[in-house]
């Protein structure tokens, strides 16, 4: 990512989950490109696992100048779908929109955890809205178990993971 290089920043539209693929590839062929990612946790397996995802699925930001660089080797490289164009034109984009995206990546704070066991957790949804409990455990990849007050006992009950939200 030569901040220095000559030339205009563009689109690329990528196959469906190669934006990495075609990344490698144009880097290959010493275009300059950026993809900018985010970390998010996702359940895999009934465990929490923290990926690194693009920002836009689906699209890439490549460097070009328009006099000193051949744009059709793009057209034919693994992973590209297309470089994004309106009216057959490819429409520069201006550095200060990659600026802010940039920054804001770098400052963006990592995704929060999957709830942890222990936790004092509220219900979202359901008759027992506002209700708070003790998460336990995760249930598969959708499911969790918490711990319910109810009637002087704690209940395990199994839920919606997306019914829960931190009290913290």
Known sequence: MSQAAPGKWYLIQCKPRQEARAEENL???DYTCYL????VERLRHGKAVSLNEPL????LFIKLCEFTESWHPIRSTRGVLRL???ANQAVPLSDQLLSN???RVQQRPSSEPIFASGDVVALTTGPLRDLDAIFSSLD???RAIIL???MHRQQ???VPLKALRSTA
């Open 56 to 59: 836009f699925p689906g699209y």
């Open 36 to 39: 900018p990612l985010h970390q």
């Open 148 to 150: 319910l007050s109810l």
């Open 101 to 103: 995206i940039r920054s």
């Open 156 to 158: 395990q009950m199994s």
């Open 140 to 142: 598969g990849e959708e």
């Open 84 to 86: 994004v164009t309106f």
């Open 27 to 29: 880097r290959n062929q």
